[in-house]
C-alpha cells in the first residue's frame, strides 16, 4: 500500500525534529499556544489549559505556512485535499482534480497519474510551473500529457457544485464555462503564513498583503530582539530556505547587540520533484531579460550522457546563464533526472565565485550523472574558444605535416 510506505516513510524521519531530539539537546519544549505581550513577553497557554507567561531577550517566531484555500463557490463543500491533509486518503481517488500549476500541483498531479487517476490539472496561467523559464515548462508538460494528465492551461475554477450526486467543477475558459466532473478535488494554489492568534496587534506589527511578516535583512521583525524565519517570513516557501534564514535569526537573536547578520539570498537553489526534475539556481532568462542583465546561453543535452542513455532516461537538458564572453554562473537550471543533484555542483560553484572553467578542469568519473555539468561547462568552452589561436595552430600543425624528415634514420623511425 502506497500510503502505509508514506507513513512509514513519515515516522523515520519524525524523530528528526521531535521535541525529544529537542529536549536531549537542551531545549524546553512546551505543547501549547503563544501570543506577544509585548516584544520581551508571551503569554502561553498549554494545552493541559494551564496559562503563564515567558519573557525572553530575544524572540523567534517560526510558525511556518499552511495550503492557502481560495474563497471559490462551492468548493468548501468539497472537502478539498491539500499538501496537509492529503496524506491521510486510504482510498485512491479515480478521478483528481487538482488546482494549481505550480510546484506542489505539480508534483502531486504527477504522481497520482503516475499511481493510476485520472488526473485533470487546472492552471489560470499559459503553462505550468510559472516561474521557470518556458521552455523548462514544456519538457514536463510534454511528459504529463504522455503519463496522461488532462492539462487545462488559461483555466479559472469559479464555480464547484454537485449534480446528480457527482462532483463537478466550472471553469472560465477564454469566456467559455467549461464543466469538469470529479471525485476528489486537491487545492494548491500557494501557502499562507501562520499568523492567526499570535498577538501581532500588541506589537505594532502588521502583515503584508501575501500574508507573511515584515522582516529587514537580519531576519528582525520591528524591534531588534524579535525575529521571524521560514514560511511565516517569506519570501521562499522552501524547508532548506527556512534553515538558512534560521541560522541568520538565531546568531542575531543570541549575538546581535555585538555584530549582526544580513541574510543572504543571493546563491538559493530549489527542486521541482516531478519527473523529469526540475533544478534551478540563480537567475532564470526571463528574470535576466526582466533585470536587464546580460548573458549567454549554454545548452547541453542530457541525451548526450552515456549515463542517462544506460539508464533509459536520455531526455532533459542543461541550461546555464553566463555574462557575455566570461564563465561566471548567471544562473542555472537542469531538467532530467536526478536533476536536483546535478544542481548540487552548480550551486557550490555559484556561492564560491568558481566559474566554469574550474568545473571543466575537474576530474568526473565516468559514468556518472554529474559528468553532465562537465559536459556542459565544455560546450561553454567551444564557444569560447581563442580562434586566433586555434588558427596558429592550425598553421603549425600543417607545417610539420609537410616538413621532411631530415634524414634516413629519421625517415625510416616515421615510417
Given amino acids: 500500500n502506497i500510503m502505509n510506505r508514506v507513513q512509514g516513510v513519515i515516522a523515520k524521519v519524525e524523530p528528526h525534529d521531535s521535541p525529544e531530539r529537542y529536549r536531549k539537546l537542551g531545549v524546553d519544549c512546551i505543547s501549547g499556544t503563544a501570543s506577544f505581550v509585548s516584544p520581551w513577553e508571551l503569554e502561553v497557554v498549554h494545552n493541559d489549559g494551564r496559562t503563564e507567561r515567558l519573557t525572553a531577550r530575544s524572540i523567534v517566531v517560526a510558525t511556518g505556512g499552511k495550503p492557502a484555500v481560495p474563497s471559490i463557490p462551492g468548493l468548501a463543500e468539497m472537502e478539498p485535499l491539500t499538501s496537509d491533509n492529503l496524506w491521510s486518503l486510504d482510498t485512491q481517488p479515480e478521478r483528481l482534480l487538482v488546482l494549481g500549476g505550480g510546484p506542489i500541483g505539480s508534483e502531486l498531479a504527477h504522481a497520482f497519474a503516475r499511481l493510476g487517476s485520472k488526473v485533470t490539472q487546472v492552471e489560470m496561467g499559459d503553462r505550468i510551473l510559472a516561474k521557470e523559464d518556458s521552455d523548462v515548462a514544456d519538457v514536463v508538460m510534454k ?7 488532462d492539462l487545462r492551461l488559461n483555466h479559472a475554477a ?3 457544485a454537485i ?6 467543477a466550472y471553469c472560465d475558459h477564454n469566456g467559455e464555462r467549461v464543466r469538469i466532473p470529479f471525485d476528489q478535488v486537491l487545492v494548491a494554489v ?8 499570535l498577538g501581532l496587534e500588541n506589537i ?3 502583515p503584508l498583503p501575501n500574508g507573511t511578516v515584515p522582516v529587514d535583512e537580519d531576519m528582525s521583525m520591528r524591534f531588534p530582539n524579535v525575529f521571524a524565519c521560514g514560511d511565516v517570513a517569506g519570501p521562499y516557501q522552501f524547508t532548506h530556505a527556512a534553515a538558512h534564514q534560521a541560522w541568520y535569526a538565531a546568531v542575531n537573536g543570541l549575538f546581535g547587540q555585538f555584530k549582526r547578520f ?4 543571493r546563491v ?4 521541482t520533484f516531478t519527473s523529469p526534475e526540475v533544478a534551478r539556481v540563480g537567475l532564470s532568462e526571463a528574470e535576466a531579460k526582466e533585470q536587464g542583465i546580460a548573458y549567454e546561453v549554454t545548452r547541453y543535452g542530457l541525451d548526450d550522457l552515456d549515463r542517462a542513455i544506460a539508464e533509459s532516461e536520455d531526455y532533459g537538458f542543461i541550461k546555464i546563464l553566463t555574462p557575455p564572453g566570461k564563465d561566471k554562473i548567471l544562473g542555472a537550471v537542469v531538467v532530467g533526472m536526478h536533476a536536483g543533484e546535478i544542481l548540487a555542483e552548480f550551486t557550490l560553484a555559484m556561492k564560491h565565485g568558481l566559474g566554469l572553467n574550474k568545473i571543466l578542469g575537474t576530474i568526473h568519473p565516468y559514468p556518472t550523472w554529474n559528468e553532465s555539468a562537465k559536459y556542459a561547462a565544455g560546450e561553454w568552452k567551444r564557444e569560447h574558444a581563442p580562434q586566433g589561436i586555434l588558427n596558429l595552430l592550425e598553421k603549425l600543425h600543417g607545417w610539420r605535416r609537410g616538413k621532411q ?9 616515421t615510417t
Fill in 143 to 149: 511528459q504529463f500529457r504522455q503519463d496522461g494528465i
Fill in 405 to 413: 624528415p631530415r634524414n634516413k634514420a629519421v625517415k625510416e623511425a
Fill in 163 to 168: 449534480e446528480d450526486g457527482e462532483k463537478v
Fill in 158 to 160: 469559479k464555480e464547484f
Fill in 262 to 265: 544580513r541574510v543572504d539570498y
Fill in 190 to 197: 500557494g501557502r499562507a503564513a501562520n499568523t492567526r492568534g
Fill in 204 to 206: 505594532g506589527v502588521e
Fill in 268 to 271: 538559493m537553489p530549489w527542486v
